[in-house]
């Protein structure tokens, strides 16, 4: 077991709130409430009480003496508690809503240049866009009706989503009949932005309704640009033969837009399988906008298109002139290291030197760490186990928690590896690389000023202000700018001990997200046990056991596929903790005597893990015991996972995972790997022998020949 009972300080336990510090704080309790009562009188005098008794806390009091005051349309009393939190230590998260309670309030008391002064001085901390629709209403109530559309605007079409745009749009309809001529039109970008951001929340029937509005009014750049979005706007809405009919026939003058027209014919003709108009579409892209971020777009889909059909014909010129063209761009890294592995995988003379160069050029893509794995492969092939020994050493210590972290230390305990002494040349190499830099993890002890957040915390949670309680956190975790880890720590155990595991690792994801850079012996064994826990153990050891399955793996799945919420039901239909449709759970059951299973028994945690250890058992046997190959089939069905085993010959199993031509699933594999990889370092010691995950060579397979497209 990688952890002992002395392996690591414990940080010390806050201790706990005195029993007066905790009556007191009930006031502020009992004042929240009667304010969800609707008793706003009887709110405003818990938490004046409140206030003074428990003065640790005495910004929630005087939060909520605001809102039933203002309730009361005491606006006066509004202005005078919010003043109380304005200066708070450590800093309230109620700043930002007291002070647009206030301003509210002032607006309301007809009192608009107090209500001015006010949002202009806390702009930046309340939030948005309710900042820019309270600055409007202040200068529509002053007088100055410019300003109040400007902002108006500003909210209308920077937040096309939020209900705060509702308002701004009906302000901007009475403004527009007030001022006449005088009224301030939104410019060019005002009007593709509002679309833009409808792109980007999925709405492109909204997104197109706005374009048609808008290209009457637009000229130049901006209206071709809207034009072609309007064919966008049809393929994203999954008519790609109107996009494709619209899109051919448009004549635009402006560069990029041009580039986008043809970058989306490029999509559309692939989905409509008219394969042959593929590469007349990129020659035109090369010959006349080159340099355009478009054809970038165009030559990673068109070559992750033609992976899925084993197509390297296709792909590899593809990969290789976006990595030459778009060298600076951080998309062109997918593109370099496609060329890289598939030199490696197919012994290039130049393997060495583009694996080199993607860890140079590289160092902050998501596979640099794949890299360094081969390059170390590589190393040893050539029998110079020095250079391989300081690959896999370096990636260990700089990726620990990842896929290739696990192979390399595998790699470490083959004897000729132990005995090698790393290549001072390869480690010179490795640590000249411009790593990009990563914030030191710091202490799991708090500072006074985070250990003060924390007490606040359990003294709200004492009182039944759960929700308060993690709004500290939070907020600590988002603007004192110190130990988002203790942050995440915290806010996982106040979530686990509210019976979620699930969200206990989501906040570790959203406070700590590079925890995963960070070695095991660096934080508390409760620390990753909240972000790799193991729900439901009995029944995962269990099963794993009837079915000769390690449970590690079994865990490590369930914690990708479902994060351990026996509840979920995925958009494609799958249920529970490991993720089966209801066909397959039917199919399954009756290997266990269940003639008719309805779909909620799959949202028992048992009988789910029971069926889910059993299929999983049978794929393994399926692919003689190849883990990779089986996640591969879990994730992406066994049609696909048995085409892709074809695609060898693999040397070992990590270049099949790095051939699966979906993204989706490639990193599914090394994920869950990863994730049992970690479950075996925390929690070996305390589970009985299993059958363990260690990886294996890959099975030697024929390839398969595929027909060749858009050569």
Partial sequence: MLFSATARKKPQSAAKPAPKAVGAAGLIALAQHQLELGNLRAAAEYAGSGAA???????????????????????????????????????????????????????????????????????EVIPQPQADLLLARCFAATGDLTRAAQDYQRVYYDYPTAREATDAANALVDLKQRMGDSYPGPTPADMLGRADKLFEANNAGGARIELYAAIPQLSGVERDQARVRLGVADYLNNNAKAAFEYLTALKVDESEADAERLSYLIRCARKLDRHADVKPFLDHLEQQHAASPWRLDALIYVADQARTDNDPDTYLPLYRACAATFPKNPRSAWCHWREAFESYRKDGDDAFDLLRSHVQQYPGSTDVNDAMYFLGRLSERKNDN??????????????????YAVLARERLKAPALEAATPSPEMLQFLHAVPWPPREQFPSFVPSEAVQARIDRAQLLQLTGLNDYAEGELKFGARNDGIQHNVYAFELAKMAAAHGGPDQAMHEIKAYAPDYLYMPLEEAPVAFWQLAFPIPYRDCIEQYSREQGLDPFVVAALIRQESEFDPRVIS?????????????????????????????????????????????????????????????????????????????????EQAEFVETVPFHETR?????????????????????????????????????????????
């Fill in 386 to 403: 020095a250079s391989a020994r300081a690959c896999y050493e370096e990636l260990g210590a700089r990726f620990p928690n990842t896929y």
């Fill in 667 to 711: 990193g599914y594999i090394q994920i869950v790997l990863r994730n049992a990889d970690v479950y075996r370092r925390l929690y070996a010691g305390s589970v009985p022998d299993v059958p363990a995950y260690h990886p294996k060579p890959a099975p030697k397979l024929k390839p398969k020949k595929k027909a060749r497209r858009h050569s």
């Fill in 53 to 123: 008794k428990a003065p640790s806390l005495n910004d929630y009091a005087h939060y909520i003496r605001a809102q039933a005051e203002y309730g009361m349309k005491n606006y006066g009393e509004v202005a005078k508690s919010a003043t109380q939190i304005f200066n708070q230590a450590p800093a309230s998260p109620f700043v930002g809503p007291a002070a647009a309670l206030a301003v509210r309030a002032h607006l309301d008391g007809d009192r608009p240049k107090d209500a001015l002064e006010l949002v202009r001085k806390y702009f």
């Fill in 571 to 651: 958009h494609a239909k799958a249920y529970g903790l490991m993720q089966l449709l209801p066909s397959t759970g039917r199919d399954l059951a009756r290997h266990f005597g269940v003639r008719r299973l309805p779909a909620s028994q799959l949202l028992v945690p048992g009988r789910n893990i029971q069926l889910g250890t059993y299929y999983f058992r049978s794929s393994l046997n399926s692919y003689a015991g190849q883990v990779e190959l089986a996640l591969a089939s879990y994730n992406a069905g066994p049609g696909r996972a048995n085409v892709w085993r074809t695609w060898g010959p693999f040397r």
